[in-house]
């Protein structure tokens, strides 16, 4: 099993910045990828972006590519997202995701079924 605990959420004004946190314990050898989904009131979860543990490899989704930026520390248990230029349909709960799976494709993990693990959430609102 794999544990993942998000931070960092918040209010901000439109046009801010906010840093959310994942912290990956457990077994997380076991798991090949780290990804964030969000997920606004009334809306389906939805992709945002992934991170390959092995090649450091992204993928975003249109939405979000140019202002978000996911990382890793070096032991690849910790997960970043440096969200700037925030919008305010950028406005969700934010959750981290880890899978086990392995797939060539990384635009394959835009699937919730690629993963199989999840944070509880932390919440972000921007404010127009």
């Known amino acids: 099993q794999v544990q993942l605990v998000e931070s960092g959420g918040g209010l901000v004004q439109a046009g801010g910045s906010l840093r959310l946190s994942c912290a990956a314990s457990?077994?997380?050898?076991?798991?090949?990828?780290l990804g964030w989904f969000r997920q606004a009131p009334g809306r389906e979860r939805e992709f945002v972006v992934v991170?390959?543990?092995?090649?450091?490899?992204?993928s975003y989704a249109d939405s979000v590519k140019g202002r978000f930026t996911i990382s890793t520390d070096n032991a690849g248990n910790r997960v970043y997202l440096q969200m700037n230029s925030l919008l305010p349909e950028d406005t969700a709960v934010y959750y981290c995701?880890?899978?086990?799976?392995?797939?060539?494709?990384?635009?394959?993990?835009?699937?919730?079924?690629?993963?199989?693990?999840w944070g509880q959430g932390t919440q972000v609102t921007v404010s127009s």
């Open positions: 991170i390959s543990r092995s090649t450091g490899s992204t």
């Open positions: 995701a880890a899978s086990g799976k392995l797939y060539a494709a990384l635009y394959t993990y835009a699937k919730l079924s690629s993963w199989d693990y």
């Open positions: 457990g077994r997380t050898f076991d798991t090949s990828t």
